[in-house]
């Protein structure tokens, strides 16, 4: 507000007035608010002329729209807007079976008029929508947002499995499943946690993709949790872990969730040895072409083939090994590689801690040596 000798001057709408009640009148009024969202977005004021021919375009543009049609199904109390959703969902054959368990024949269908949306006045004197939100400044789509409580998820098929190779925030696909863990890392900094006890990385990958694309469960959230955060598509759940920054699983308290992919028993590296098996010394294999010499002692077996096969003795082809335990074993090196700890990492509290602890008992144990010496023997006698 600026005041000039015999006028008022408010510098949000660019406008003059003659005194102060009038300006006190005009901050109270819609143009003004307007006005307002106007100067915080960078754009210039507008006239009231404009602003009231405007409203009433607005007013009379919800007046005259058309009513909408709303299929509803009193058996699964589920709403659809076209009579061609419907009919798909009536055929399905899981609609089928409801029918079925329910013992009656399939309802009919209400069809309910939708009212058009008026533009009505708040108590504080802005013009809405009514049933919109009353926020002119929305960022996030209905397809970003999160599901509400009591909103229904149509049900999808979970035949279809993640691909191993494909990313989990932006769907990019790499040459193989190890190619792609390095990939999400560079780029979002994700990795397995707790890798050296991993027994199925790839199930787990598997599971966290399912995650993903059929329950629209984002990754730091527990998926045995009922309320967890859900969104509607896939699309939805990966923006949201992409602007938000969380692109870690969640694990330390959630490893419940995870218990089929992990191993957390320790074995020994040895393995059991079993009974001996007596052989004949000499025996014959391959037909007759190689000659196996046994150790009765040691149980070793030694091959001799003949000049025949010299060429395929020569070959040493380094066949694929496909098992979980390798897998693992590969997972854990490439994450060495670069640079991630594949233990639980110790907090220097938790350290220093250990210490004092090991030296109060280091103490406590040189106090009673010293206390147990007994003082009262003659020291001129040798023992």
């Given amino acids: 507000m600026t005041e000039t000798s015999d006028s008022v001057y408010c510098s949000t709408s660019g406008t003059y007035f003659k005194d102060k009640d009038t300006l006190t009148e005009h901050y ?8 307002l969202k106007r100067k915080v977005a960078g754009l210039p004021p507008v006239t009231k002329e404009w602003f009231e021919a405007r409203k009433s375009q607005l007013l009379s543009t919800a007046a005259g729209a058309p009513s909408q049609s709303v299929w509803i199904d009193p058996l699964t109390k589920k709403k659809f ?25 399939a309802p009919e269908c209400k069809v309910i008029e939708k009212k058009p949306k008026e533009a009505v006045k708040t108590e504080k004197g802005a013009f809405v929508t009514k049933g919109d939100s009353e926020s002119e400044w929305e960022t996030a ?17 979970f035949a279809e499995e993640w691909d191993v190779r494909k990313c989990f925030f932006d769907n990019h696909v790499s040459e193989s499943f190890e190619a792609n863990m390095e990939y999400m890392f560079k780029n979002f900094g994700f990795f397995f946690p707790e890798a050296e006890h991993l027994k199925d990385p790839q199930g787990l990958l598997k599971y966290l993709g399912a995650k993903l694309m059929h329950g629209h469960i984002p990754l730091y959230c527990s998926g045995l949790d009922p309320d967890a955060k859900r969104f509607r598509s896939l699309h939805a759940v990966q923006r949201h872990m992409i602007d938000s920054n ?28 079993g009974d001996i098996v007596l052989a004949d010394d000499v025996g014959t294999a391959a037909g007759g072409y190689e000659l196996v010499l046994k150790d ?7 091959v001799l083939g003949t000049r025949t096969f010299a060429r395929f003795y020569r070959q040493k082809h380094k066949l694929g090994n496909t098992r979980e335990s390798v897998l693992c074993g590969q997972l854990v090196a490439r994450y060495r590689n670069l640079g991630i700890s594949t233990k639980p990492v110790v907090a220097p509290e938790v350290k220093k801690a250990r ?17 147990n010496v007994n003082n009262n023997l003659p020291r001129n006698v040798p023992y």
């Fill in 246 to 273: 969380k692109w870690t699983m969640l694990f330390e308290g959630n490893e419940d969730e995870y218990e089929d992919f992990y191993d957390f028993t320790f074995e020994d590296d040895e393995e059991a040895g």
């Fill in 296 to 302: 009765p002692e040691s149980g070793r077996e030694k």
């Fill in 28 to 35: 109270k009024s819609d143009l003004h608010r307007y006005n």
């Fill in 141 to 157: 789509s209905d397809e970003d947002a999160p599901i509400g409580e009591n909103e229904e998820v149509e049900e999808e098929d």
């Fill in 355 to 371: 210490r004092q602890a090991k030296r109060k008992d280091h103490m406590q144990l040189k106090a009673e040596l010293r206390a």
């Fill in 81 to 105: 807007q076209s009579q061609q959703t419907y009919d798909t969902f009536v055929a399905s054959k899981k609609y089928k079976d409801l029918v079925k368990k329910s013992g009656k024949p």
